[in-house]
């Protein structure tokens, strides 16, 4: 296969310590064209514009993710939105909503930092990136608030929210989770996306798909998600993996052919 675009990856994460520089390396002769890797915090925006200054098939985004929200300061936002003039900062993220942990940043807290980096986006003409667990409710009602462009990533809502999401012009992510045994809710998602709408990622270093569920995840495993995909679309997963590449670069405003 070739022609990937990996439109979600954190190659910050510890995870890839020992071997970072040796992946990234080899992902062109896998078959992987072009990778974006979002940040959570400031320190890991900032790691994600290295990697898109040294690699050309990377590229970056900056924001706070609804974990480290309540850490955000004004001064940090202000410094996001510097950094979201760096001409390999594609999008703002990722930003959302996690309700998934009791303990976690305070809702409340978490919905005004997403709506600040909204605003944000908004101001900057950049598409944003959305984390939503378990918030989906919420998550909408903010997103028709401030109409931003973009993505909602790793998507593990309902058909019926695709078509919320479709409505507001936005694009769908999916993971290696659509390889998994019980993913017939998502596939059932998955096959609700238009074509144009659809993205593959990984979201790397987690979600590895089946058949290498639990290992380290890496964008060259995208072939067995952009596989299962391709069943859903009864498309051949080449063209689906081109199809996704083309969508990825429209919704990150990346010129055609750049890389
Ligand atoms: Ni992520």
Redesign the pocket.
């Known amino acids: 296969m070739e022609n990937i675009f990996d439109s979600?990856a954190?190659y910050d994460d510890r995870k890839f310590d020992s071997d970072r520089a040796e992946v990234i390396a080899a992902l062109p002769s896998q078959g992987v064209r072009a990778v974006m890797n979002?940040g959570?915090d400031l320190s890991s925006s900032l790691k994600a514009i290295s990697f898109a200054e040294t690699y050309p098939y990377f590229y970056a985004a900056v924001g706070f993710?609804p974990e480290f929200a309540g850490k955000m300061t004004q001064k940090d936002l202000e410094s996001v939105a510097s950094l979201a003039g760096h001409p390999k900062v594609m999008a703002i993220g990722?930003i959302g909503l996690d309700y998934h942990y009791d303990d976690a940043c305070p809702r409340e807290i978490q919905r005004e930092v997403f709506a600040q980096q909204l605003a944000l986006a908004k101001e900057l003409s950049l598409p944003v990136i959305v984390?939503d667990r378990e918030a989906h409710g919420d998550t909408l009602d903010l997103l028709r608030k401030y109409r931003p462009e973009g993505i909602v990533?790793?998507y593990s809502g309902s058909p019926e929210m695709v078509e919320e999401i479709v409505k507001l012009g936005m694009y769908i992510g999916f993971t290696g989770v659509v390889t998994f045994k019980n993913a017939s809710k998502t596939l059932r998602a998955a096959a609700a996306v238009p074509l144009d709408r659809l993205l593959v990622e990984t979201?790397a270093p987690?979600m590895a798909p089946e058949p290498c569920r639990g290992r380290r995840c890496d964008s060259s495993l995208l072939e067995y998600t952009i596989g299962a995909l391709a069943r859903v679309k009864e498309m051949d997963p080449q063209q689906l993996a081109d199809l996704t590449f083309a969508n990825a670069c429209r919704v990150y405003h990346i010129p055609d052919g750049q890389n």
Do not use: I
């Open positions: 979600h954190h979002p959570c993710h990722e984390h990533h790793c979201d987690y």
